[in-house]
């Protein structure tokens, strides 16, 4: 098949971020589908411009985006790439089957359109529950645009040929909009055991970063957002600032991140350590340095809904995860003695389980082999896209 893939954010591996779409993609082109990519530029590359990366054919549309943004400039970033994607997708003529990944919701605007005068059928990859995230934050309060977001979630769920959803959660929250369970196949975030993975340590890079030999470390990676329970950290980090042997190490980018910096500085976190935001194959290094990663989100009930990528990546890498959502994460972590579980709304809980698993070298060993062997038999890019490709495979397109 010729499959119109429109995703908002694409990345490669060189480029950091997600990297799930790349990783589909391949799969496809594997599996016999030609795949053409429609994304936005992000000031990467000129409007309009189309690359050939790896057998995926991209086409960059020029749509800039940033976290720090109002809701009314992301609004028309948003619109502005749906309204361009829109035009790309109309002029191809022999597309069999296009995929629409969100965020943002208004991604399956362009799918929607060609379903409804071309008759081309479409799957909606659910990545977040849009409208639900930015109503619960706050960041989507105005009685209209909610109605209108809402209905627009509705329609797009209710016209989709099939839906993906990124977590059990996702799965449930699509299912209580009256979909039938038949339409929704959860498949989640994926981890990349060739790409993370436990090793001799990179002195050098300690060395580089001033990062000491024999401390015990702890890692975030990622965005760094008003969702992503940053803030928590650094409480935690201030309750173990006398342990100088205990280092925060964060990787990444976000429009708190100001913020955050201003504030290690006035409270003298020497403990914390804002590297920033790196590629796949140095992000590995850094994860790999350390003994402990985080997965942290603000504690707000549709975040213990999400697929972060951080998880699974930590998983490839052997490294035990504490979590802070009550939600699936939670119950995997434990279930699979991989990790533990701190309460979002006690930093003090989070400093003394932190103190316990410094204390315990093997019961860390013990976790970390626990993670690496869940991510090579149940959460590897090479299973879960193969669960996609299926998806994709086993649809009949009509004539």
Same mark, same amino acid.
């Given at each position: 098949?010729?499959?119109?893939?429109?995703?908002?954010?694409?990345?490669?591996?060189?480029?950091?971020?997600?990297?799930?779409?790349?990783?589909?993609?391949?799969? $496809?082109?594997?599996?016999?589908?030609?795949?053409?990519?429609?994304?936005?530029?992000?000031?990467?590359?000129?409007?309009?411009?189309?690359?050939?990366?790896?057998?995926?054919?991209?086409?960059? $549309?020029?749509?800039?985006?940033?976290?720090?943004?109002?809701?009314?400039?992301?609004?028309?970033?948003?619109?502005?790439?749906?309204?361009?994607?829109?035009?790309?997708?109309?002029?191809?003529?022999?597309?069999?089957?296009?995929?629409?990944?969100?965020?943002?919701?208004?991604?399956?605007?362009?799918?929607?359109?060609?379903?409804?005068?071309?008759?081309?059928?479409?799957?909606?990859?659910?990545?977040?529950?849009?409208?639900?995230?930015?109503?619960?934050?706050?960041?989507?309060?105005?009685?209209?645009?909610?109605?209108?977001?809402?209905?627009?979630?509705?329609?797009?769920?209710?016209?989709?040929?099939?839906?993906?959803?990124?977590?059990?959660?996702?799965?449930?929250?699509?299912?209580?909009?009256?979909?039938?369970?038949?339409?929704?196949?959860?498949?989640?975030?994926?981890?990349?055991?060739?790409?993370?993975?436990?090793?001799?340590?990179?002195?050098?890079?300690?060395?580089?970063?001033?990062?000491?030999?024999?401390?015990?470390?702890?890692?975030?990676?990622?965005?760094?957002?008003?969702?992503?329970?940053?803030?928590?950290?650094?409480?935690?980090?201030?309750?173990?600032?006398?342990?100088?042997?205990?280092?925060?190490?964060?990787?990444?980018?976000?429009?708190?991140?100001?913020?955050? $910096?201003?504030?290690?500085?006035?409270?003298?976190?020497?403990?914390?350590?804002?590297?920033?935001?790196?590629?796949?194959?140095?992000?590995?290094?850094?994860?790999?340095?350390?003994?402990?990663?985080?997965?942290?989100?603000?504690?707000?009930?549709?975040?213990?809904?999400?697929?972060?990528?951080?998880?699974?990546?930590?998983?490839?890498?052997?490294?035990?995860?504490?979590?802070?959502?009550?939600?699936?994460?939670?119950?995997?972590?434990?279930?699979?003695?991989?990790?533990?579980?701190?309460?979002?709304?006690?930093?003090?809980?989070?400093?003394?389980?932190?103190?316990?698993?410094?204390?315990?070298?093997?019961?860390? $060993?013990?976790?970390?082999?626990?993670?690496?062997?869940?991510?090579?038999?149940?959460?590897?890019?090479?299973?879960?896209?193969?669960?996609?490709?299926?998806?994709?495979?086993?649809?009949?397109?009509?004539?």
């Amino acid at each position: 098949m010729k499959i119109l893939y429109i995703h908002q954010y694409f990345n490669t591996p060189q480029e950091g971020g997600s990297t799930r779409s790349y990783w589909i993609s391949k799969e $496809l082109i594997k599996n016999g589908h030609e795949v053409i990519m429609v994304t936005s530029t992000r000031n990467r590359v000129s409007d309009g411009t189309i690359k050939n990366i790896e057998g995926i054919n991209v086409t960059y $549309l020029d749509a800039y985006y940033d976290q720090n943004m109002s809701l009314m400039g992301r609004l028309k970033a948003y619109s502005k790439f749906m309204l361009n994607s829109t035009k790309v997708a109309w002029k191809h003529k022999d597309i069999d089957l296009v995929i629409a990944t969100s965020t943002p919701l208004t991604i399956g605007v362009p799918a929607l359109i060609l379903k409804k005068l071309k008759g081309k059928p479409y799957i909606f990859e659910v990545r977040d529950l849009w409208p639900e995230v930015p109503i619960q934050m706050g960041a989507l309060n105005n009685y209209f645009l909610k109605k209108i977001a809402i209905w627009l979630e509705h329609i797009i769920y209710k016209n989709a040929s099939h839906i993906v959803a990124l977590s059990p959660g996702m799965a449930k929250g699509v299912l209580d909009t009256g979909i039938k369970p038949t339409k929704i196949t959860m498949i989640p975030n994926m981890s990349k055991i060739d790409q993370f993975w436990s090793r001799p340590h990179n002195i050098q890079l300690l060395e580089k970063h001033n990062l000491k030999k024999n401390s015990f470390k702890i890692i975030y990676f990622g965005s760094m957002g008003q969702s992503n329970g940053i803030e928590y950290i650094l409480e935690t980090a201030q309750l173990l600032k006398g342990h100088t042997d205990i280092e925060f190490i964060f990787l990444g980018y976000g429009y708190m991140i100001d913020i955050l $910096l201003e504030r290690c500085k006035n409270e003298g976190l020497d403990n914390v350590h804002f590297l920033g935001r790196f590629g796949i194959e140095d992000t590995s290094e850094f994860v790999n340095l350390c003994d402990i990663s985080l997965v942290t989100f603000a504690n707000i009930p549709i975040l213990y809904t999400n697929s972060p990528n951080k998880l699974f990546d930590s998983l490839s890498a052997g490294r035990p995860i504490i979590v802070n959502s009550k939600g699936w994460t939670k119950s995997l972590v434990e279930e699979n003695k991989c990790g533990i579980y701190v309460n979002p709304e006690n930093p003090q809980d989070f400093a003394d389980k932190v103190i316990s698993l410094k204390n315990k070298p093997s019961l860390v $060993l013990e976790m970390g082999i626990n993670a690496r062997k869940l991510a090579e038999s149940t959460y590897d890019k090479s299973i879960l896209c193969a669960q996609f490709a299926n998806v994709i495979s086993s649809y009949n397109t009509p004539k």
